[in-house]
């Protein structure tokens, strides 16, 4: 089955600081890859995804880039504000099913 | 915007008694998919279903647990007898169309306590 590994576990930056988290994942055929971002005791939601036949996307502060070549894909968050601290999750799917990375705790320190 | 709702948001249950976790996915939506997440950990697969029936299982989804979808609104996962072990927030979601990639929609989760 696919195998996504993500880091770092936590990072911590400073207001006004980008962020990259970095996730890898096994399986050549996995074609679909959000990130969610889940504020503590509450639901993941999706705040960007790419699919495989694009190399790079972007959404005001926020970008995601995937190198299908080497199967790793990163989050990149720029100008951080305290409300981006949350835990964020990377996901690879192919098909019905969707593996979870094991989470980023991020820490904006105003 | 559309939700998926889960209910109840948190479930007390005694060791060895039967569960049964409620969620009403997006509407037009056709894949439903049942997460654990435990504590501090990270969200992991149990179950999708798909017309009607389970397209894919993890192997945390073992013969204690079902999915069913009794009527056209609501998707439940049932626990048989459940264990301390099941403490966990269980997330339901759903997503739209026959494309393997497209976005899943989370509920709110229950938190599931066992005593």
């Known amino acids: 089955g696919e195998n996504v590994e993500q880091h770092p576990s936590t990072l911590s930056v400073q207001e006004g600081d980008s962020a990259v988290i970095k996730c890898t994942y096994s399986?050549?055929?996995?074609?679909?890859f959000p990130w969610y971002k889940q504020e503590l005791g509450k639901r993941p939601q999706l705040i960007i995804d790419i699919r495989s036949n694009v190399g790079e996307k972007k959404d005001q502060r926020i970008a995601v880039t995937l190198n299908k070549t080497a199967k790793h894909f990163s989050l990149h968050i720029t100008e951080t504000q305290p409300e981006d601290s949350a835990v964020y999750f990377c996901a690879a799917s192919k098909g019905n099913q969707f593996y979870f990375g094991t989470g980023t705790s991020l820490t904006v320190i105003p | 915007e559309p939700e998926v709702t889960q209910t109840p948001s948190h479930q007390v249950t005694q060791m060895g008694q039967e569960v049964i976790l409620r969620c009403v996915p997006i509407s037009n939506h056709l894949y439903f998919y049942w997460y654990r997440q435990i504590l501090g950990q990270k969200v992991e697969f149990l179950v999708s279903?798909?017309?009607?029936?389970?397209?894919?299982k993890s192997e945390i989804f073992d013969d204690q647990f079902s999915v069913e979808r009794p009527d056209g609104s609501n998707f439940t996962l049932k626990i048989r007898s459940t264990k301390l072990e099941d403490s966990a927030m269980y997330f339901c979601a759903s997503r739209a169309g026959s494309a393997g990639n497209q976005p899943q929609h989370f509920g709110d989760g229950t938190r599931l306590s066992i005593l």
């Open positions: 279903f798909y017309n009607n029936e389970i397209s894919e």
């Open positions: 399986d050549s055929a996995s074609n679909y």
